[in-house]
C-alpha cells in the first residue's frame, strides 16, 4: 500500500542524475525534489533508490581533523600558562584583549583598542608580564637564558617560562609577535584552525564577561568601556567566586588563600553536620 511509485523512482533518478553534482548528499536531493516540485520523498527514501540501482552519490567532502597540538609540558602554577584572545563590542567598536591565567582564572590583564595588530600584541603582555612582576628593572625578562624556552620545559623552576595560549589570529601567528614572544621567553601554543574548543578557557571567559555584566554590550563611549572593564576585571577577580577554582575568588586563589579556604569551608561542614547531630538528638531525649 505505501511502496513506491514507479514514476516516482524514475523521478528520483533523474533528480540524482540532474542535481547530483550540486547538492551532492540523498538529503539535500530529497529537500531539492519538493523544492522544485518533482517529486515529493524522504531522504531515505532517496538513498534506498540510489543504493537499489548502485547510484553513488558524490558525498559531502570530508575535511581532515587537523591533530591536536601537543601542549608544552611545564609545571601546573600560577603565572606559567596564559591564555588569551580578543572580543569585540560593536557599540563602542572597539576590540578588547584579555589574558587569563588558566590555572588561578585570574584576570591578568586587557587591552581596549580599536585595531589588530602584533602592536597591541606586544602592549598587552609587556603591561601583564610588569604586573606580575615577571619584568627586570631593564625591561627584559627575570632569566638569565638568551634563547627562547622549548616546546618541553624540563627545569620548571627557572622563571619566567610562560605558554601563551591562543588561536590562530592573524596577530597571534604574525612573525613580529613570534619574534617578541621569543625575546620575552614565552612558548606559544595554537589551537587547531577552526576549533574554538581548543580555547575553551578564554571563550568561556568572555562568555561570562559580557553575560555578567550584560552593560558592557550597551555601552558605545570607548572611555566608558574602557572605565567599566577595569571595574568589572576587579569585580571578577575579588568578588565573583569561580566553579572552576573550588567557588573562591581568582585573586584568592593567585594570591595562594584558596587552599586555606576550600579547607576551612570542608572543616565547616563537617564541624556543622556534627552539630546537627548532636543537637538533634538532645532534642530526642
Known sequence: MHSLLEWEE?????????WGPVDRSHRKLAHRGSYTGTV???????????????VTLPGEPVRARPQTPVFPVISWEKNRIWIWDA????RAKRVAYAIVDVVTRYWIGYLL???????????????????QGLLGPDGRPLASVDQPPPAVIDEPDELPVLVAWSDNGTEMTAIDTRQFMAIMLITQHHG???????????????????????LLLAISDPAVLDQTLARVRTEYNTVRLHAAIGYVT???????????IRRAR????????????????????
Open 10 to 18: 524514475q523521478a528520483i533518478l533523474c533528480l540524482i542524475e540532474t
Open 40 to 54: 515529493f520523498v524522504s531522504p531515505s527514501t532517496v538513498l534506498r533508490v540510489a543504493l537499489k540501482h548502485q
Open 87 to 90: 572580543t569585540h563590542f560593536a
Open 113 to 131: 583598542t580599536s585595531e589588530q595588530t602584533s602592536t597591541q600584541v606586544q602592549l598587552l603582555f609587556a603591561q601583564a608580564l610588569e604586573d
Open 192 to 214: 587547531r584552525p577552526g576549533t574554538p574548543t581548543d580555547q575553551a578557557h578564554i571563550e568561556s571567559f568572555f562568555s561570562h564577561v559580557k553575560g555578567e555584566w550584560p
Open 250 to 260: 581568582p585573586d584568592d586563589e593567585h594570591s595562594g588563600r584558596g587552599p586555606a
Open 266 to 285: 570542608a572543616a565547616g561542614l563537617r564541624q556543622a553536620r556534627a552539630d546537627r547531630i548532636r543537637q538533634n538528638r538532645a532534642d530526642k531525649k
